[in-house]
């Protein structure tokens, strides 16, 4: 809907956006009509490595750093391991040009503006002394204060930034995950986690509802991250995509006989939204009435000219955009579960001599 926020007039009404590390022109739908709407706002500002189908309307694109000439901690992953493990990488080199990490730049605006770019409040508090916190100090302080630190030297052996860095291997934390913790967090007087709320139950019942075929669209389409593509970001590293043969339509035996369809063939994949072209691949691993095509695809701007070269569909072409197209109980893009065909393309015929 952000199309729609810029220009849609009223109280609320978007005139100036700051996009960081993000190309939504490409990644959500509606990708033409938000390019169109960009053109419209008064400031447009973007972060990042390379000129691409977004940035390309912005007032000005200010230059990041790569991972080569920052210092990083992956916190994000954190959560999500099995076996928790943590890792500090210092900088390689130093900075090329006017390239800054981001939050330096949003450190920068933030003075300028006269806020402080946290979404704590502790730290917006703070005031001006809270813009001069450098990233480092709150993850030290996180990590001291956390089940394994090092209490700020009251606990013998605990860890800081200091000590993670004389292991640039990195280090287990934990020999797993902490378990055994869902009964003190949840909350109900009963003590069980409520899967079926009434929401739940009444989108599930009109999700029943409304399956079967969609007027002339049998399959159901869904997406697919490939292992060298990691959403996008990957299409402008040559070792990466050496041997990529682009994108492909994974299909059933069965769905591409009754289509017509040949395998390594370019078929049209077409939902009530748009149609993309694609090559199609028999595959076993997808079920009879589905078709799967990743995201991330469909480069067509911008100065990261490898991935350009490699082409392929935007599969958000084939995502419907607008109020109307949201999942009513996420508020998200409707990405998977979208009605699709499939139809073979006919090769060129010759002229006649």
Not at 5 to 23: D, F, H, K, M, W
Not at 75 to 87: D, E, V
Request: aromatic share 4%.
């Amino acid at each position: 809907v952000l199309a729609d926020e810029i220009r849609t007039p009223g109280p609320g009404q978007l005139r100036a956006l700051l996009v960081t590390s993000g190309n939504p022109v490409l990644s959500c739908p509606g990708g033409e009509e938000l390019a169109g709407a960009l053109r419209d706002l008064d400031l447009l500002v973007s972060i990042d490595l390379y000129v691409n189908e977004t940035n390309r309307h912005a007032h000005f694109v200010l230059t990041a750093t790569t991972f080569l000439e920052r210092e990083d901690v992956l916190l994000n992953t954190l959560p999500y391991q099995l076996r928790p493990f943590l890792q500090w990488t210092d900088a390689v080199v130093a900075p090329r040009g006017e390239a800054r990490q981001e939050w330096e730049i949003l450190r920068d605006l933030a003075a300028e503006l006269g806020i402080v770019p946290a979404s704590v409040a502790t730290l917006r508090r703070l005031g001006p002394l809270g813009r001069r916190l450098r990233p480092q100090l709150l993850i030290d302080a996180l990590l001291r204060l956390g089940p394994v630190g090092d209490r700020y030297g009251l606990r013998r052996g605990g860890w800081s930034i200091r000590r993670l860095r004389r292991h640039p291997h990195g280090v287990l934390l934990g020999d797993h995950a902490a378990t055994g913790t869902l009964a003190r967090r949840v909350t109900h007087p009963d003590g069980k986690v409520h899967l079926a709320g009434a929401a739940v139950r009444g989108e599930v019942e009109r999700l029943a509802r409304t399956a079967g075929d969609a007027a002339g669209f049998p399959l159901l389409l869904f997406g697919r991250r490939e292992l060298r593509s990691i959403n996008s970001w990957m299409h402008n590293v040559a070792k990466l995509q050496a041997a990529s043969a682009g994108p492909t339509v994974l299909l059933h035996p069965d769905d591409a006989a009754d289509a017509g369809v040949d395998d390594g063939r370019p078929i049209r994949v077409a939902t009530a939204a748009g149609a993309v072209v694609a090559d199609a691949q028999m595959s076993d691993d997808v079920r009879p009435g589905t078709v799967c095509l990743p995201h991330g695809w469909g480069h067509a701007g911008g100065s990261w000219r490898r991935a350009n070269a490699l082409g392929g569909p935007n599969a958000n072409a084939l995502v419907a955009a607008g109020p109307g197209a949201l999942e009513p109980l996420a508020g998200m893009s409707v990405l998977n579960g979208i009605p699709a065909r499939i139809e073979p393309i006919a090769p060129l015929m010759k002229e006649p001599a």
